[in-house]
């Protein structure tokens, strides 16, 4: 399947530097755009466009096979959310705020775990490998339930 034909599935959260790039990241490491065939993408819901990923997430992310070198931030816009398949936020904040300020998208919308996924912005490197770790282990699981849909 060509990229440029499949639908797309976005990762959204706060400022698309930490979060959102590395499940981004960890998705096509694992082969989640081959396995379920939806591109991979992020965006944030208050993102200053052009930002690269933290240093911390780039590094942590490559830890786990996942590249972020070219990563740039962009802002989540009605536009992007129409153009998507799914919209997957890091917390139900993301999740409430998303659905209020575009309730169109409610079906497309939802959690990428049962648990926020804490955002490791201004901590240590420790901090983002463990966020790493877990958005890796979140991914494998939203990879295995899309699998099943397709």
């Not at 070219?70 to 129409?82: M, S």
Request: a negative charge.
């Amino acid at each position: 399947m060509e990229r440029d034909n499949m639908e797309e599935l976005i990762f959204v959260c706060t400022g698309n530097t930490c979060r959102s790039p590395m499940a981004e990241g960890l998705f096509r490491a694992l082969d989640g755009e081959a396995r379920t065939g939806l591109h991979a993408s992020s965006a944030g819901l208050f993102a200053h466009e052009g930002l690269p990923a933290s240093e911390y997430a780039e590094q942590a992310a490559q830890e786990l096979g996942a590249d972020l070198s070219g990563h740039r931030a962009r802002q989540l816009t009605p536009e992007l959310a129409r153009q998507a398949r799914y919209l997957v936020c890091m917390t139900a904040a993301h999740y409430d705020r998303l659905v209020q300020a575009m309730p169109w998208a409610q079906e497309k919308v939802f959690t990428l775990a049962p648990h926020d996924v804490a955002d490791p912005f201004g901590g240590t490197l420790e901090t983002y490998r463990a966020c790493a770790a877990q958005l890796a282990d979140d991914v494998r699981t939203l990879i295995g339930n899309l699998e099943k849909r397709v």
